[in-house]
């Protein structure tokens, strides 16, 4: 095969060459002649996902599945029985009894579908304990890699594979790009530095962040979501395309980007499948993959920077592939802009962090993501999948979303007024509570006075019932002074990392009108200096800067002010409109 200029430009495959293991024309109906006559070799998911990587070239410099003398160097030195590095071993299970060396098997999927054929050069035993010490580091069948060990056969074939033209229905067939496609789309592009993303997971802001960085100082960008088998709980690959499929088509630029599926299933080797996941990007013309804390970690198997670190210990002419080390990077409220421990002098309190079971946990209740956090149209996405799989209907899960209603303003301002006709007219559908800041001061944090750390401390109780509230389903509405921005802030974070939406509004009044209509005097007698610590006189009042609604309730009248908070519930999703007709 001849290769283009741009092409030849491209980084080496690893080992040398690209392998094609892939028979066409003829050959391809000679081979499924002899297949008929052959053995059969049922594969399990991980053989399947390994037999395609191995007969597109992805896994070059692989021919087929590992003998003993390879199999045993991987496992003891992280190479192939030649010297060439390789981490993970890629092995064939049978139960087939009778193959020897010599023989020919056919390769059916589960559904007994024909793939190809291998000729048998070994066949040998494995030890599954071992495998799960050396590869995964522990023998805990609690580590989804070691249960799959225990799970199969150790009986394992090892030989080359030769493999019938890739069926068309496989899932995102489109975006299915073998190497050699993707090399091909990479040399049109004219790119020499490519830098690769892949994560079994789905793409939050932090993710989109450090693709972005990567994208900043390379010239193309190719997303590369693995699409083979992961454990149960981790988010399908349909979702998960669907997310960036969304994502690239809104927020990164066409001709710097290409988005292709990898096929590979996960192992859960931490580490060496780290390494793994650098070296096979070579094959598909990729020179830089982001590798992440704990990349294909799971559970606590592994210290967070191995998969970082196991790039250390090969020499840069081997590897051939660099890998982008980051740090977790997240939202901090208080540079404003996503950041890292690297680049953001705050700590954690200012962090947005979420873990994936707390997100997993979040949209399960039908809750919401931060935006911050997770673009609205990927939260979007994610939420159908969850509730994709619940029995109750959709309808009946939002009405029982709690969220949080935050009314802040000055005393006087119509904070409990609203907080009362907001509860009136949620009260027949929804269970509400109000938590008062007389109410509170009475019960919850008697003793308190007013210097600012009291008064911080009684916003901060507030918010904590608030979110034990709506966590269960209520509507919180919390109706207190509030003053400070800082523990406004605080009370809306903690929320939200709750996945329990904060809805601020600000009642906002003049000191003016707020002193005429002033019944008890009070605002007279805190401006003549009767009354010390009287918020908006003599102490400080920050009003919002980002509050959802902003009532002016000096000027217009309660309907209207409930009004515009009822739509902006709406909008949130957090009620359901009111419907045109009455149904009857
Ligand atoms: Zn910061």
Redesign the pocket.
């Known amino acids: 095969m001849s290769l283009s200029l741009a092409e030849t430009a491209l980084v080496r495959p690893h080992g040398g060459a690209l392998v094609n293991r892939i028979v066409g024309g003829a050959d391809a109906d000679a081979l499924r002649a002899r297949a008929a006559s052959l053995p059969r070799i049922t594969l399990d998911a991980r053989e399947q996902a390994d037999l395609e990587l191995i007969a597109t070239g992805a896994a070059s410099p692989l021919e087929g599945f590992l003998g003993p003398a390879d199999y045993a160097s991987v496992l003891d030195t992280l190479r192939l029985a030649d010297g060439t590095v390789w981490p993970l071993p890629f092995t064939l299970a049978t139960d087939e009894q009778g193959l020897a060396a010599g023989s020919s098997a056919a390769l059916h999927d589960a559904s007994g579908r024909l793939w190809g054929v291998i000729e048998v050069e070994n066949v040998f035993t494995r030890d599954p304990l071992e495998e799960s010490r050396k590869v995964y580091g522990t023998e805990d069948a609690a580590h989804p890699g070691v249960a799959y060990l225990l799970g199969r056969p150790r009986t394992l074939v090892g030989g080359r594979v030769s493999v019938l033209p890739l069926p068309e229905d496989l899932p995102f067939a489109k975006f299915r790009l073998t190497p050699r496609e993707l090399r091909a789309a990479i040399a049109e592009r004219g790119w020499r530095k490519v830098a690769g993303f892949q994560t079994r997971n789905p793409i939050h802001r932090a993710h989109e962040h450090l693709t972005k960085l990567a994208l900043e100082q390379s010239d193309g960008l190719v997303l590369h979501p693995l699409v083979g088998e992961t454990k149960g709980d981790d988010v399908p690959a349909s979702v998960r395309f669907a997310a960036y499929e969304e994502l690239v088509s809104r927020y990164y630029p066409r001709e710097r980007t290409l988005l292709a599926a990898f096929p590979a299933a996960m192992r859960y080797a931490g580490p060496r499948e780290a390494l793994f996941h650098a070296l096979v990007r070579k094959n598909y013309g990729i020179n830089q993959l982001i590798v992440g804390r704990d990349h294909a970690g799971v559970g606590k198997y592994y210290g967070p920077y191995d998969a970082q670190r196991i790039f250390e210990s090969f020499s840069v002419e081997e590897l051939g592939v660099q890998p982008l080390k980051f740090e977790p990077t997240f939202y ?1 409220s ?2 404003d ?1 996503l ?1 890292s421990p690297r680049t ?3 700590g954690p309190a ?2 947005l962090e979420l873990s994936g079971t707390k997100v997993r946990e979040i949209l399960r209740q039908g809750g919401n993501l931060p935006r911050k956090f997770t673009r609205p149209e990927i939260a979007e996405i994610l939420r159908e999948h969850y509730s994709a799989g619940e029995a109750r209907p959709k309808a009946e899960r939002r009405a029982a979303t709690g969220f949080i209603v935050w009314f802040t303003g000055l005393s006087g301002a119509g904070k409990s007024t609203l907080a009362q006709a907001l509860s009136r007219e949620l009260g027949d559908e929804r269970n509400v509570e109000i938590l008062d800041g007389d109410e509170v001061r009475t019960y919850l944090s008697k003793g308190l006075g007013f210097s600012k750390e009291d008064r911080d401390t009684n916003i901060r109780r507030i918010g904590y019932v608030a979110r034990l509230l709506a966590r269960n389903g209520t509507v919180a509405i919390g109706a207190a002074i509030s003053p400070y921005a800082e523990i406004r802030d605080e009370v809306r974070k903690l929320a939200e990392q709750d996945g329990v939406p904060f809805v601020e509004v600000y009642a906002e009044a003049s000191i003016e009108s707020l002193t005429a209509r002033d019944v008890k005097g009070l605002y007279k007698k805190a401006i003549a200096g009767e009354i010390a610590h009287f918020t908006g006189v003599s102490d400080p009042y920050e009003p919002p800067t980002a509050a959802e609604v902003v009532v002016k309730t000096d000027k217009e009248p309660v309907a209207e002010s409930l009004g515009r908070i009822l739509t902006a519930l709406e909008e949130r999703g957090l009620l359901e409109p009111e419907p045109l007709e009455a149904a009857s």
Do not use: L
């Open positions: 901090c208080a540079c802009a950041a953001c002098p705050h200012t962090r």
